[in-house]
């Protein structure tokens, strides 16, 4: 992969951009399904086309040969991929670009740079793979604390092997900027993997999974990346700190837990030792379908409650069964799938086939089961299986580019996440279909909105939820503000948290303030400002960031 064949605005590879035949298409069902209104049919920008302010930084000569203040750098630096970083990246405003880009291929030059900017007060904005979408990776300068003489986009994708393998222990070093596909096909030199598999696996990195407690593909048990982490290694602006390689501990707080969801704000995160495993030679899949969305609810936790712990446990409400295309019919799909690398997990499908039928489940088609011999394409959690669930998984891979083509149609197109209670869930998804839809409804005439559970725990749900709406192009983000300020409103108010996988960034801030102590966010800021004195990692994430300047 290199940088010429990503989208500059976008998600993903430039050549996956639709053509106008695909966009057309597309356009059609947006009017014909949802019953939007006629979409524009815009056209992407080109980078040549670009302007950006001038750097105010100076670069000091010993620098030179990692820091780049180049104007194609800094615009690929600028946004992740949220909506809100899409749709200003498609109108070509690139005005918050960082004023440099730091590219260190060794903790040396970390510290050199985190040096500098320390004593130039120079905010340092990790990078990752840039897939962030919060927020996490934009720095305004202006709006996120006074005093700053410019930003540092800090690129860790030079740090990108595994380093080490303890297969007695099952587990490896990795460094931090290695993308997701790149640790496996390192891994399986040793028949090992680390199934990790968020939506963004294919550009998000190890280092970026950590610092914003990414959740992936294991739907109970293993649901965070926090749940992999043996140790970690940082380099702060006060120097580099390292945690104890442990399969678990006692001893006081977790200073791993320290790190991880930290989001940049106390150093960068270099390498960490990782739990691994071979691949499973077991799997047993199968899907049901529903009438109601309550009986499948219900369903869902018989299954996880009777502590089966499926790998897989995905139940899609009726509508993101029909936006996915899995299932027409108006049924509710709940998706389940079991693995294991030791023996046959036959009798545990069985078990949550019998519970879904007991709350009206239908199952469709012959569940499938596979044995050792099978073909190990299919570990990326994406494979080429005729089936209901091999649709829904294409579809959940493939997503994030739609919302490249949706935004140059004029649709504003967005997820939110949380998790709650299965007490407090019925009220929440009420209150949540209802206000959402009426603020769309307010703001843009019409609106559509989707439901799945991502993850799920015997004490409750972690739903997922996709908007789509008609935007009034050159208005859009004033539309969007108004319906994610409702979205995370309504969670806060019928206690869910406010992300639990997309983490905080700059966007979820003000409502992560809401759900944690104050007490707490006094301790988090002292150890801040023990690590970064000067304020400069990644100010305005997190915490406030007038509050941790020194």
Same mark, same amino acid.
């Given at each position: 992969?290199?940088?010429?064949?990503?989208?500059f605005?976008?998600?993903?590879?430039s050549?996956?951009f639709?053509?106008?035949a695909e966009r057309?298409?597309l356009?059609s069902r947006m009017?014909?399904m949802?019953?939007?209104?006629?979409?524009p049919?815009l056209?992407p920008p080109?980078l040549?086309?670009?302007?950006?302010?001038?750097?105010s930084?100076?670069?000091p000569?010993?620098?030179?040969?990692?820091?780049?203040?180049?104007?194609?750098?800094?615009?690929?630096?600028?946004?992740g991929?949220?909506y809100?970083?899409i749709?200003?990246?498609f109108?070509?405003?690139?005005d918050?670009?960082?004023?440099?880009?730091?590219?260190?291929?060794?903790?040396?030059?970390?510290e050199?740079?985190l040096a500098?900017?320390?004593e130039e007060?120079i905010?340092?904005v990790p990078?990752g793979g840039?897939t962030?979408?919060?927020?996490?990776?934009?720095?305004?300068?202006?709006?996120d604390g006074?005093?700053?003489a410019g930003v540092v986009s800090l690129d860790v994708?030079e740090?990108?092997?595994?380093?080490e393998v303890d297969?007695?222990?099952?587990?490896?070093r990795?460094?931090?900027?290695?993308?997701g596909?790149?640790i496996?096909?390192?891994?399986a030199?040793?028949d090992l993997?680390l199934?990790h598999y968020?939506q963004?696996?294919?550009?998000?990195t190890?280092?970026?999974w950590?610092?914003?407690?990414?959740?992936?593909?294991f739907a109970?048990?293993?649901?965070h990346?926090?749940?992999?982490?043996e140790?970690?290694?940082?380099v702060t602006p006060?120097?580099?700190?390292?945690t104890r390689?442990l399969?678990?501990?006692?001893?006081? $707080?977790?200073?791993? *837990? #320290?790190?991880?969801?930290? =989001?940049g704000? !106390?150093g960068v995160i270099?390498?960490a030792w990782?739990? /691994?495993?071979p691949r499973p030679?077991?799997?047993a899949r199968?899907t049901?379908h529903?009438?109601?969305?309550?009986?499948?609810v219900d369903a869902?936790?018989?299954?996880?409650?009777a502590r089966?712990? $499926?790998?897989n446990? *995905? #139940?899609?409400d009726?509508n =993101?069964?029909? !936006?996915?295309?899995?299932?027409?019919d108006?049924?509710? /799909?709940?998706v389940?799938?079991f693995?294991?690398v030791d023996?046959p997990?036959?009798p545990?499908l069985?078990?949550?086939?019998d519970?879904?039928?007991?709350?009206?489940?239908?199952?469709?088609?012959? $569940?499938s089961?596979e044995?050792?011999?099978r073909?190990? =394409?299919?570990?990326?959690?994406?494979?080429?299986r005729?089936?209901?669930?091999?649709d829904?998984?294409s579809a959940f891979f493939?997503?994030p580019?739609?919302?490249n083509?949706?935004v140059?149609?004029?649709v504003i197109?967005?997820?939110?996440e949380?998790a709650?209670?299965w007490?407090q869930f019925?009220?929440?998804h009420e209150?949540?279909?209802?206000?959402v839809m009426?603020?769309?409804?307010?703001?843009c005439g019409?609106?559509f909105?989707?439901?799945?559970f991502t993850h799920?725990?015997?004490?409750g749900?972690a739903p997922?939820?996709?908007?789509?709406?008609?935007?009034d192009v050159?208005n859009?983000l004033?539309?969007?503000?108004?319906?994610?300020a409702t979205?995370?409103?309504?969670i806060?108010e019928?206690?869910?948290?406010?992300?639990?996988?997309?983490?905080v960034g700059?966007v979820h801030?003000?409502?992560?303030?809401?759900?944690?102590?104050?007490?707490?966010?006094?301790?988090?800021r002292?150890a801040?400002e023990?690590?970064d004195?000067?304020?400069?990692?990644?100010?305005?994430?997190?915490?406030?960031?007038?509050q941790?300047?020194?």
């Amino acid at each position: 992969m290199t940088a010429d064949e990503l989208s500059f605005w976008g998600w993903g590879y430039s050549e996956k951009f639709p053509d106008e035949a695909e966009r057309r298409e597309l356009a059609s069902r947006m009017e014909g399904m949802l019953g939007f209104p006629e979409r524009p049919m815009l056209s992407p920008p080109a980078l040549s086309d670009v302007s950006i302010p001038e750097s105010s930084l100076s670069v000091p000569a010993h620098l030179d040969d990692v820091v780049s203040t180049a104007t194609e750098d800094r615009i690929r630096h600028t946004y992740g991929k949220g909506y809100r970083d899409i749709v200003r990246g498609f109108h070509g405003d690139f005005d918050s670009a960082p004023d440099a880009v730091a590219e260190p291929d060794c903790e040396d030059d970390i510290e050199d740079v985190l040096a500098w900017a320390s004593e130039e007060r120079i905010a340092v904005v990790p990078y990752g793979g840039g897939t962030s979408v919060v927020g996490g990776i934009e720095c305004d300068p202006d709006g996120d604390g006074d005093g700053f003489a410019g930003v540092v986009s800090l690129d860790v994708r030079e740090l990108d092997a595994v380093l080490e393998v303890d297969d007695h222990s099952r587990s490896a070093r990795i460094q931090a900027g290695t993308l997701g596909p790149e640790i496996n096909e390192q891994l399986a030199e040793y028949d090992l993997q680390l199934r990790h598999y968020p939506q963004s696996y294919e550009f998000s990195t190890l280092g970026g999974w950590i610092a914003t407690r990414a959740g992936g593909h294991f739907a109970t048990v293993y649901t965070h990346i926090d749940e992999f982490v043996e140790n970690v290694r940082m380099v702060t602006p006060s120097g580099p700190m390292e945690t104890r390689r442990l399969p678990a501990s006692g001893a006081g $707080p977790d200073p791993n *837990r #320290l790190v991880c969801g930290s =989001e940049g704000t !106390l150093g960068v995160i270099t390498e960490a030792w990782m739990q /691994v495993q071979p691949r499973p030679s077991y799997r047993a899949r199968a899907t049901v379908h529903f009438d109601e969305f309550e009986a499948a609810v219900d369903a869902t936790r018989a299954i996880v409650q009777a502590r089966l712990y $499926p790998a897989n446990c *995905r #139940l899609l409400d009726r509508n =993101e069964a029909m !936006l996915n295309e899995v299932a027409m019919d108006g049924s509710h /799909v709940l998706v389940l799938g079991f693995e294991s690398v030791d023996h046959p997990v036959d009798p545990d499908l069985e078990r949550a086939l019998d519970l879904s039928r007991d709350h009206g489940g239908s199952v469709s088609g012959d $569940p499938s089961f596979e044995g050792p011999h099978r073909d190990s =394409e299919a570990d990326a959690g994406g494979d080429d299986r005729d089936d209901e669930e091999g649709d829904w998984r294409s579809a959940f891979f493939e997503a994030p580019y739609t919302f490249n083509a949706l935004v140059s149609l004029g649709v504003i197109v967005d997820t939110f996440e949380t998790a709650v209670t299965w007490d407090q869930f019925p009220r929440l998804h009420e209150e949540i279909t209802t206000q959402v839809m009426d603020t769309m409804n307010e703001e843009c005439g019409t609106g559509f909105l989707s439901c799945r559970f991502t993850h799920v725990y015997p004490d409750g749900p972690a739903p997922y939820y996709t908007l789509l709406a008609p935007a009034d192009v050159g208005n859009e983000l004033e539309q969007w503000r108004e319906i994610k300020a409702t979205a995370s409103d309504v969670i806060e108010e019928y206690g869910g948290t406010i992300t639990h996988h997309h983490a905080v960034g700059r966007v979820h801030r003000d409502w992560y303030e809401e759900e944690t102590p104050g007490e707490f966010r006094e301790a988090l800021r002292a150890a801040k400002e023990s690590m970064d004195p000067e304020g400069i990692m990644n100010p305005g994430a997190l915490l406030p960031a007038e509050q941790h300047q020194s």
